[in-house]
């Protein structure tokens, strides 16, 4: 369980700086539709780990526990990202996985 739990944290700082670099000025228009899409790839790998787990969890609190924080910064992951591809504006800024260093 632990072993998962890092490998989704790993995915969600993995996005992270995917969008970080995606900021940066210096980036071609392809570089930052491949930043993106890494972006995406590492959000939908998180996503994947924590549908497993929560299969798991039904019956261990404990594993509900764990899981719920990360359940959280997926789902705002997954929003930040879609309003990213759709060009919405976002005033949600800044996350909390963004401010967790």
């Known amino acids: ?3 998962s739990l890092e ?3 790993a995915a969600l700082r993995e996005s992270s700086e995917a969008l970080a670099r995606r900021d940066s000025p210096r980036r071609t228009p392809k570089q930052r539709d491949d930043d993106l899409e890494e972006a995406w ?3 939908r790998h998180a996503a994947s780990i ?3 787990l929560q299969s ?3 019956s261990d609190h404990a594993l509900v526990e764990a899981i719920a924080p990360l ?3 997926v789902t ?3 929003i930040l990202l879609s309003e990213i591809r759709f060009n919405e504006p976002s005033e ?3 996350r909390l996985w963004q401010a967790e260093g």
Do not use: S, W
């Open 71 to 73: 359940q959280y910064d």
């Open 56 to 58: 798991e969890a039904r």
């Open 92 to 94: 949600r800024l800044p």
């Open 76 to 78: 705002d992951l997954g």
């Open 41 to 43: 790839r590492a959000h």
């Open 1 to 3: 369980m632990n072993e």
């Open 50 to 52: 924590l549908d497993t």
């Open 7 to 9: 490998q989704v944290r």
